[in-house]
């Protein structure tokens, strides 16, 4: 079946650490986005890209970074300039700007 | 700035009843208003709208979009409790590839 797989489901980041949100598709979509959700709240965007070896800054890029080195795969770095991390990330891809499809979504916490 | 603009943010019925929710939109170069409901993580699909005037319909919910006031509506008739969600619209726009997601509309149905 053809879908966006994130992973893992729930990260924990200590302070001062990096860590690495992962989302695949098989969708064959050329456009890619990450988008950050806190409670309450609807979906901002924070880095999205059309094309391998692409990528834009959204609305909230600061603390975060990307790569696209496969149609498939656009990773999300969340990094120690990031202080305030605690949200639900939400990968989706897209075709020709039709509807977003999303994943399943990663819930970051701070320890 | 380009924006999306939803309301109420909330909103509690009770079953059988008929709700509306509606979204407003400014954004550059509009293409497309998309509408999604969030019961627990990621967004399903409702519809998507290009065109002014022309109601879409799926069982008891529908859209409209109107580009000339820069607005849709949802409509849900005969509210059930599984209709109890966050309803989230997303404005997409040509070229660039981006969608900006208002704050959804969170729908308590009650028995």
């Known amino acids: 079946d053809g879908g966006i797989t994130q992973s893992p489901k729930y990260l924990f980041r200590k302070e001062g650490q990096n860590v690495t949100l992962s989302c695949e598709q098989n969708?064959?979509?050329?456009?890619m986005y990450w988008y950050r959700q806190d409670p309450g709240q609807g979906l901002r965007l924070i880095y999205y890209s059309q094309i391998v070896n692409d990528f834009q800054k959204g609305d909230i890029a600061e603390g975060y970074s990307v790569s696209r080195e496969k149609k498939e795969s656009f990773p999300l770095t969340v990094t120690s300039a990031q202080k305030n991390p605690t949200a639900f990330y939400l990968c989706a891809s897209s075709m020709y700007s039709e509807k977003l499809f999303f994943g399943s979504g990663t819930q970051l916490s701070v320890l | 700035e380009d924006k999306v603009v939803q309301s109420p943010l909330s909103l509690v019925v009770h079953e059988g009843d008929t709700v509306t929710l509606n979204c407003s939109y400014e954004v550059t170069n509009f293409r497309s208003l998309l509408w999604y409901k969030q019961e627990k993580k990621a967004p399903t699909f409702l519809f998507m709208l290009?065109?002014?005037?022309i109601e879409k319909k799926s069982g008891r919910l529908s859209s409209i979009l109107d580009k000339k006031e820069l607005f849709s509506i949802l409509n849900i008739t005969a509210t059930q409790t599984g209709d109890s969600a966050v309803y989230l619209c997303a404005a997409g726009q040509y070229n660039f590839n981006k969608f900006y997601f208002g704050s959804g509309t969170k729908l308590n149905v009650k028995p």
């Open positions: 969708l064959n979509h050329d456009a």
């Open positions: 290009t065109s002014s005037g």
